[in-house]
RNA sequence: GGGCGAAUAGCUCAGUCGGUUCAGAGCGCCUGCCUUACACGCAGGAGGCCGGGGGUUCGAAUCCCUCUUCGCCCACCA
């Protein structure tokens, strides 16, 4: 007996942030040195500096740390290196939000002082998330940790840069990109997300033609306010029906100029009118007709979204927009130019009109197209090999079913806007001379023009932030040097990652990867699913409907958070959870804890100092119950090895449970209570508990290690987070006791099915009898009398050869006697029925597929394999209905 | 407009190669139980036209077509 007690109930919060530290004490996360073993390596999505746990990163992690926890333990060197990311625009709003609050704004600071505030915020609260990761149990490297914006990184990111714009793949584009209006930048075609379709407006306006085939043509448009850039107007050539305006001019109204009627493939004459009004400067398909038809691209907005003439940045007055208009956000302005058009009599109607708007990913402004210079990168030459490792199998998505979206990606891969006209981020490192316009790429700050000495500028915008993090597989590790970690840790294993960034990041990684390296950053990605709430709605600050992990840690313990995210999510589904209702959410993560607790409780307090390892007995000469366990457990470790193999996290975790509780908890411990003191069965138990708990601590790290520590034997040092996993070297697969122990469940049940009918009180004295069918049924049930006995709550056990039938005897407590007998499987009459019942359906089917196999056209169109596999299925019906028939005639019916 | 996914018990979801390991789990519900670990528990139970319709097949939750509903991704129709 063990001289501690435990309490009847699982407290995580006695234990979690003890084991937590010992396991960081004693250097647990960090890869094994030892070179002989083979690396494994997950990086982390780094999280934005600014960020707060939520659920998604929640399931994102813990995914994460089963798997690096699982190759732990079985041997590999796991290095999970763990890290945040800068964050460009979103930790920039972050502060300029702070700094709005004392009636300042990023200007008033200046650069200098803005990009040290923002520093400052970062070494205050940047390390919170990374923090709220080890509540949940993340086995981090810790003493790895990068930020995207270290030194030694953001080396890496300007090598980068350099080397491409080397190569020519960096050049300055002059075109139509994404602006966001309120953050005051560029944004990437993926930064700008097209949202939900909405029903807006869309205005006929009428625009005056001199000469015309008719006084006035209509153009149709849902943001009027854009006409004051227009440059032409443009109509399909092949429409007849306004050919004949073809090469006149319109008069553009409000601002009262002439614009060309020009004839574009582009314009789809089924739209609107079939007149097109050209806004080339704030319109990416308007800026194509534009460069192809020579016009002017006028800007007739400002950067904060304010009607006005542009200044700067190449935008010249033009005196389009009206005084009265001039400063005017473009939402008023657009009501303003209906008034006036109608007071014009140019407003022909307005219709409703659906179409989907898109907005900045950080700030949800409605992104305004607009005319700028910014940096790009030439995408076609990375897209390639990234598209080749996925057709030839060195990189594998799962699910697979990813694959065509990323192939379709890359495969219409535009070029990338990486220049952000943002303060917080890697400055672009491009430089020119003042003096004879010299441009170029450098590695060092230079002092002065490398060709005429002259003053040089650096280019005032910073990099998109997603051109850090495409880095991250080996810029972490110490890229652009030939670091130690670099040669032992990349290539990496398994990116674990959400859907949603798989163009943002995960593809561009993989770009960047053979680019850089010319090897792949990871073998395999694996896309989980998204978490939702129970309307199916994606959890998100904005919705309140999301669940904090830390209150569901303190509430119920990170076990149980992790156990609801692995196993209540399969293979690329989403994560239905219900923000209303925790307790029923997190319930069975904390029923599972609570039951494996309690296992330990009654498995420690039965157990001695030391018991004999399950190596030292001979186990075939163990009881059923005993081999029965054993061999469950064999299954349980190879299912469950293969299962995590597979990403089938959530298979896995059931399958232990399973063990667990249903057959070891159920089951063995029930069984073996009135044999305790056995070494034999002290041995079996140890080792079944001791398994599991290997098996478990993937998913259920913390209460695992806590039992696991607690069993003879262990040594004072011992941890179960590098321990070795379960292997499959014992031969404890017992065909014999898989198929005899189940019968002995099923007496088991249906007499406790018979008490439960005849609603037997549990004290009444209870006999029954047994007739078992077969000569090794009767074996098997008379060798757990006992069991039965206990286990159905019995006082007598009878067995007889001639009938069979279950029947129980009870005498109840004042004296009346219960007699009763279950007709079921083991009847002999019912038990003929249903093999004779069997054998009918067992031929039918196989004349079916005689006759399949008989068909010539099925054999010769078929595909070998599968008329292989055919024919082994019949092969195994056959000997099915030999067995069945053995049965029938050994039973005596006809 | 294209592409992808989903629909199975009251709820959240498993169900691989078409067939006796296919009607399953957890939660909830009902009936008994404080049986020498666990009431966060034990034992027993009820509950399903596997979204609708058609087809292939000896046989369909499973394969094909179609419809309905929901979700996601992509797309320069102003």
Redesign the pocket.
């Known amino acids: 007996m063990a001289d501690f007690e435990l309490p ?3 407290a995580p919060q006695d234990v979690e942030r003890g084991l937590y530290r010992r396991w960081v004490d004693r250097g647990a996360f960090a890869p094994n040195p030892d070179p002989r073993r083979e690396p494994y390596v997950i990086v982390i999505p780094p999280p934005n500096v600014t960020a707060v746990l939520h659920m998604g990163q929640g399931l994102n992690n813990v995914t994460q740390d089963v798997l690096i926890r699982f190759e732990r333990m079985r041997s590999r060197a796991a290095l999970w290196l763990p890290g945040t990311d800068h964050a460009g625009i979103a930790t920039q709003n972050v502060v300029e939000r702070i700094i709005a609050t004392e009636g300042k704004s990023r200007f008033d600071l200046g650069r200098e002082r803005f990009v040290e505030r923002v520093w400052a915020f970062v070494r205050d609260t940047g390390n919170t998330i990374l923090e709220q990761l080890k509540v949940i149990g993340c086995s981090c490297d810790w003493s790895r940790t990068r930020f995207t914006l270290d030194p030694e990184y953001s080396r890496a990111v300007r090598e980068v840069f350099v080397r491409l714009w080397e190569e020519g793949l960096i050049y300055r584009g002059h075109r139509v990109i994404h602006w966001c209006s309120r953050c005051l930048t560029a944004l990437s ?2 930064e700008a ?2 949202g939900e379709s909405e029903t807006g407006k869309l205005y006929y306006i009428r625009y005056p033609v001199e000469n015309g085939p008719f006084p006035y043509l209509t153009v ?4 009027p306010e854009t006409m004051l850039g227009d440059t032409a107007v443009a109509v399909n050539p092949n429409d007849a029906r306004h050919r004949a305006f073809v090469g006149k001019t319109a008069r553009l109204p409000i601002v009262d100029i002439p614009i060309p009627i020009i004839a574009d493939e ?7 009118t ?1 007149f ?2 050209v806004t080339p400067a704030h ?3 308007d800026f ?1 007709i534009g460069v192809r038809h020579k016009l002017d691209m006028p800007l007739v907005m400002r950067e904060g979204g304010t009607m006005g003439e542009a200044t700067g940045n190449g935008e010249r007055e033009t005196g389009r927009v009206p005084k009265e208009l001039e400063g005017l956000d473009r939402f008023q302005a657009r009501e303003r130019i209906v008034a006036m058009l109608r007071e014009r009599g140019l407003l022909e109607k307005i219709e409703p009109h659906s ?2 708007l898109r907005r900045c990913y950080r700030c949800d402004t409605v992104v305004e197209p607009r005319l700028s210079d910014q940096w790009f990168v030439k995408m076609k030459p990375l897209a390639e090999p990234a598209l080749r490792a996925y057709h030839e199998g060195e990189i594998r998505l799962v699910p697979e ?1 990813w694959g ?2 990323y192939e ?2 890359l495969e ?1 891969i535009r070029d990338w806007n990486i220049s952000r006209q943002l303060w917080w981020g890697h400055r672009i490192p491009v430089f020119t001379c003042a003096a004879c316009g010299e441009q170029w790429a450098d590695r060092q700050d230079p002092a002065s023009c490398r060709r005429c000495g002259g003053t040089v500028e650096q280019d005032p915008d910073v990099l998109d932030t997603w051109f850090s993090s495409w880095l991250w597989p080996f810029a972490t590790l110490g890229w652009p040097d030939q670091t130690p970690d670099l040669r032992r840790y990349y290539p990496g294993h398994t990116l674990v990652t959400a ?2 960034i798989l ?1 943002f990041w995960v593809a561009r990684m993989i770009m960047a990867g053979y680019h850089f390296l010319g090897k792949r950053p990871f073998a395999t990605v694996y896309l989980h699913g998204t978490v939702r709430d ?1 309307q ?1 709605r ?1 959890m998100s600050k904005s919705l309140g409907n999301g669940i904090d992990p830390l209150d569901v840690v303190r509430l119920f313990g990170a076990d149980a958070l992790r156990w609801t995210a692995i196993a ?1 999510i ?2 690329g ?4 959870l219900d923000p209303n209702d925790l307790d ?1 959410t997190f ?2 993560g ?2 599972f ?3 494996l607790w ?2 330990g ?2 498995v420690l ?1 039965q157990l001695p100092e030391s018991v004999q390892p399950i190596e030292s007995i001979d186990v075939k000469t163990l009881p059923l119950a005993d081999r029965w366990i054993l061999s469950r457990l064999q299954a349980t470790v190879a299912e469950a090895t293969r299962s995590l193999e597979q990403f089938r996290l959530d ?1 896995a975790a ?1 399958r232990c449970f399973e063990f667990a ?1 249903k057959e070891l ?2 089951w063995y ?2 069984a073996v209570k009135p044999r305790l003191s056995a070494a034999a069965a002290q041995a079996v138990l140890a080792y079944c508990f001791d398994t599991v708990l290997r098996l478990l601590h993937p998913v259920v790290p913390f209460i695992t290690e806590e039992l696991w520590q607690k069993l003879p034997g262990r040594k004072p040092d011992e941890l179960l987070i590098v321990a070795a996993w379960p292997p499959p070297q014992l031969e404890l697969a017992d065909a014999q006791a898989d198929q005899e122990f189940p019968l002995v469940q099923e007496a088991i ?1 249906s007499i ?2 018979l ?3 005849y609603r037997v009180p ?1 004290k009444a004295r209870l006999r029954a009898s047994l007739w078992p069918r077969t000569e090794r049924a009767r074996q098997a049930l008379s060798g757990e009398r006992e069991t039965i006995l206990r286990l159905a ?1 019995l006082s007598e056990l009878a067995f007889d050869g001639k009938r069979a039938t279950v029947g129980a005897h009870a005498v109840l407590a004042d004296g009346s006697e219960v007699f009763v007998a279950l007709e079921g499987e083991i009847d002999v009459q019912r038990e003929c029925g ?1 093999l004779s ?2 054998l009918a ?1 067992l031929d ?2 196989l004349s ?2 005689e ?2 196999l008989a068909n010539q056209n099925f054999i010769a169109r078929a595909p070998g394999e599968v008329v292989a ?1 055919e024919r082994e ?1 019949e092969r195994g019906w056959r000997d ?1 209905r030999q067995a069945l028939a053995d049965k029938l005639k050994s039973l005596g019916c006809s």
């Open positions: 009847p109930q699982y075609d993926e997300e097209a149709a448009t849902t943001r582009a314009v789809d004459p089924l739209f609107g079939g097109v009004k319109d990416a398909a194509e179409y989907s079913r065509a979206t379709h990606w219409n859907p949603e163009f129970t199916h994606k209540g399969s293979l589904s989403d994560l239905t029923t319930a069975p904390r029923n804890a609570n039951k309690n296992i409780r009654f307090a298979e059931k509780w908890a159920d411990v029930e049940s406790r099915m008490r439960a009918e549990p709550q249903r019942g069997e359906r039918r089917q079916g597929l006759a399949k596999r299925k099915q």
